[in-house]
């Protein structure tokens, strides 16, 4: 098994910025790809971000050029940078890990108020 724990949520103002980690732990040797999904009410889950063990990324067009992804195979841990905030991207942020099996973290809110 593999617990994914994010962390870096909050509350920041319209333009701000925030960082999301996320920690692997278990049986991290599992994991090839991880990314970062996010679910606002009434929507559905949708992919942000993600990032191949080798460090190739894809990203939403909706993020481009706002959001970074980043892993550190080292704390199997991946970040999301994310920059130039607006109200659309309040969301619960969802963490994500796959390689024979997918996981998921517990979620962190993130809110951007304008």
């Known amino acids: 098994q593999v617990q994914l724990v994010e962390s870096g949520g909050g509350l920041v103002q319209a333009g701000g910025s925030l960082r999301l980690s996320c920690a692997a732990s278990?049986?991290?040797?599992?994991?090839?790809?991880m990314g970062w999904y996010r679910q606002a009410p009434g929507n559905q889950r949708e992919s942000v971000a993600s990032?191949?063990?080798?460090?190739?990324?894809n990203y939403a067009n909706s993020v481009k050029g706002r959001f970074t992804i980043s892993r550190d195979n080292n704390k199997n841990t991946v970040y999301l940078q994310m920059n130039s905030l607006n109200s659309e991207d309040t969301a619960v942020y969802y963490c994500?890990?796959?390689?024979?099996?997918?996981?998921w973290g517990q979620g962190t809110q993130v809110t951007v108020s304008s």
């Open positions: 994500r890990a796959w390689g024979t099996t997918v996981y």
């Open positions: 278990g049986r991290v040797f599992n994991i090839k790809d």
């Open positions: 990032i191949t063990v080798t460090g190739r990324t």
